[in-house]
Nanobody, 113 residues
Framework: VQVVESGGGLVQFGGSLRLSCAAS????????MSWYRQAPGKERELVAGILGMGGSSDYSDSVKGRFTISRDNAKNSVYLQMNSLQPEDTAVYYC???????WGQGTQVTVSS
């Protein structure tokens, strides 16, 4: 089981970024996927999650209404569209497969004020 994130970078306050996570080694469509983030000096926190076939999703209160998680089961990929970014969103973002407790290497998102 492997997941690889991409799409991080530096963005200005109010800007947008789209993170991607490519998964392999399992039947992707069957399983839930999640995005977490970890800011400097803080614990890793759940940002968003999405179920497998049904695609139902949920979000932390801090990103609800600004971030959208989605998946393309044909491409074995999950995405995180981040809009109206704020400096508080600066963190390393991780893709996570709950079924196997597998993390990606993370991708840095930095929001300048």
């Amino acid at each position: 089981v492997q997941v690889v994130e991409s799409g991080g970078g530096l963005v200005q306050f109010g800007g947008s970024l789209r993170l991607s996570c490519a998964a392999s080694g399992f039947t992707f469509s069957r399983y839930a996927m999640s995005w977490y983030r970890q800011a400097p000096g803080k614990e890793r926190e759940l940002v968003a999650g999405i179920l497998g076939m049904g695609g139902s999703s949920d979000y932390s209160d801090s990103v609800k209404g600004r971030f959208t998680i989605s998946r393309d089961n044909a491409k074995n990929s999950v995405y995180l569209q981040m809009n109206s970014l704020q400096p508080e969103d600066t963190a390393v973002y991780y893709c996570y497969v709950p079924r196997w407790a597998r993390w990606g290497q993370g991708t840095q998102v930095t929001v300048s004020s």
